[in-house]
Every structure is written in C-alpha cells, then in structure tokens.
C-alpha cells in the first residue's frame, strides 16, 4: 500500500524496470519501497550510489549498528526489522533487543554505547547533540573527527530514506511476517507489515507478451 498511485511490476518498463529489476536481485522480489520510487527511479539510483559511499569506511558492524538504532528512533517499522536482523546476525538477537528498548550499555563496550546514544540523538532532534557529546566520542572514546562525521551521516542519511517512505505511506514487505514473532513485534513500531503479497518482475519479453 502507498498513498500515491505506483507502477505494479507487471507494468514496469525502461529505467522503472531496471530499477525494480536490481531490487529484485538483492530481496528476491519487488520491496515495496520501490514502488514508491518509480516516479523518480534516478533519485533511487542517487540513494544507492550515496548508501554505499556512507558505508565505505565503516565496518559493516558499525554501518548496522547505527543504522538501526536511527531507523529505531524513526520509528520506521522496514528499517528496523530489516537492520535489526542484519545486526542480530552479527551480535545477536538478545543483544539487539537490549539495544531496542534502550539498555544498549549492559550489551555494548562503552564506545559503541556512546555511538548509539549519539545516532539516537541525530535521529530523535540533531538540534539536542552537543560538543560535550561528540568530545567525549573522540577524546574519551578515541573516535576521529572523520569517524563522528560518518556515524552522523549513516544516522542523517537514514532520517531520509525512512521518512520519505513513511510520508508516502510504504509498509513493510510482507516477508517480514517470517521472522520471529516477539522479535517482529518489537520492532515494528511504526507502519504495520504488509499482508499482500511479493510482486515478481517478469522479463521485459514477457511483459510485453
């Protein structure tokens, strides 16, 4: 569901299949997110091409890790789920909860405490962050000034992605229903998951059949 009319798969044809069809590759279906990107698929094109040059320097723990907590503090259910899951790969789904309800302290070495408390705070009101804050990430912590910018931009790049979605009205792909329950249920805060089912793009030869 979305609440501006988008192109179905079976309809896709020149740059919104590409598009679509480099989605499907990654998810093995359509996301529903993509759907609402096939007015602009350049500005999706433009996302990708700035998702990766966010993720570059960090690690994937880290690029997970603040990612999440952004799309946490958002409240964007697909986010969540979808990086919640990348991180409980990586450090456990026990862990990952802790962080969701906010107990990342009793789970996370103090550093990385201290990252999530400073996405949480870019995401939530970037307004409310302090040079105190970002001090003690690079003199206490021994992050870099280069480090501090890159956890900022992941949670600010974030804040787009997320937003936009939700202001259009995306909901979660309905293959989210296949993790576990509690855990689902715990970070789909925002828009409930789909009950529809995936669309599948057919090759460009059979669409026009």
């Known amino acids: 569901m979305s609440f501006i009319k988008t192109t179905p798969a079976s309809q896709a ?6 598009m679509y069809e480099r989605q499907q590759q990654h998810w093995g279906y359509v996301p529903n997110y ?7 698929p350049e500005v999706m094109a433009r996302w990708g091409r700035l998702l990766a040059e966010l993720r570059r320097p960090v690690s994937d723990y880290r690029f997970e890790l603040v990612t999440f907590v952004a799309a946490r503090a958002l409240k964007h259910s697909a986010c969540s789920l979808a990086h919640g899951r990348e991180l409980a790969g990586m450090i456990g789904a026990d862990n990952v909860v802790a962080i969701a309800k906010g107990r990342e302290a009793t789970v996370l070495s103090e550093r990385d405490a201290a990252i999530v408390e400073f996405a949480r705070a870019v995401a939530i009101d970037a307004t409310k962050t302090t ?13 870099s000034d280069a480090d501090v910018f890159d956890i900022a931009a992941i949670a600010a790049g974030r804040c787009f992605f997320s937003k ?4 259009l009205g995306s909901e979660p792909d309905v293959s989210f229903m296949n993790i576990d329950a509690d855990f689902r249920q715990l970070l789909a805060i925002g828009r409930p998951i789909s009950q529809r089912k995936a669309e599948i793009l057919a090759p460009l030869y059979e669409a026009a059949i």
């Open 131 to 143: 040079s105190g804050q970002v001090d003690a990430l690079k003199q206490i912590h021994g992050l």
């Open 164 to 167: 936009l979605l939700d202001a």
């Open 34 to 40: 993509a759907k609402d990107f096939s007015h602009r």
């Open 13 to 18: 044809t020149g740059e919104v299949h590409e």
